[in-house]
């Protein structure tokens, strides 16, 4: 089914499943730390505001946005999380390996999402400029970082619905 919404946290509240619960992993990259922060607070209140108990969110701090690999993998073996949202903000005018990182990362989550039981769920703003990473981190286009918990929350609900079966 097709999402009517471009942004993924514009979501209507009734169709968010039950998520008292839930259990979330939170990976985030210390580099950048005033957007990736933001990102972290956003994806934090976002599980709570829908029902998720801040004892069942569970956040853990890595280096650099290259670390986020490494982090999810030892949270989906480590921990009881049911999901793992990864957070990061590589910005190519200041990294002149931008895209060596992005791509890293992009399929080193990919791997893990096939290979994992759990959803990671993939929260890494990749752009031009610092000023578009701001826009994405609780500015004028929205925080990536709910949208990020919205996904977790729906892609444990269909895992959940699934396993049930
Ligand atoms: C080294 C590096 C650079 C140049 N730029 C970024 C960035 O824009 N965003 C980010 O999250 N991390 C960056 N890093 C750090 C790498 O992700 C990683 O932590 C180091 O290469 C050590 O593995």
């Not at 919404?5 to 992993?25: E, F, Q």
């Not at 998720?52 to 921990?79: C, H, M, T």
């Not at 990473?133 to 919205?150: F, M, Q, W």
Request: proline residues 4%.
């Amino acid at each position: 089914m097709a999402t009517q919404y471009h942004n993924l946290s514009d979501y209507d509240p009734t169709t968010i499943p039950d998520t008292s619960a839930m259990k979330v992993g939170i990976v985030v990259a210390d580099w950048n730390y005033d957007i990736t922060s933001k990102l972290m607070e956003g994806a934090r209140s976002t599980l709570i505001k829908n029902g998720v108990s801040p004892d069942n969110i569970l956040i853990r701090w890595v280096p650099g946005s290259f670390e986020l690999v490494y982090g999810a993998k030892l949270l989906v073996q480590k921990s009881e999380v049911d999901a793992v949202i990864v957070l990061g903000c590589v910005i190519r005018g200041e990294t002149p390996h931008f895209d060596y990182i992005c791509d890293g990362i992009t399929q080193g989550i990919t791997t893990l999402n096939l290979q994992s039981k759990i959803p990671i769920i993939f929260g890494l703003l990749t752009n031009n400029t610092m000023q578009q990473s701001i826009d994405r981190a609780g500015g004028v286009l929205g925080n990536k970082g709910d949208e990020a918990a919205i996904t977790a929350i729906k892609m444990i609900a269909l895992n959940k619905n699934l396993s049930d079966k």
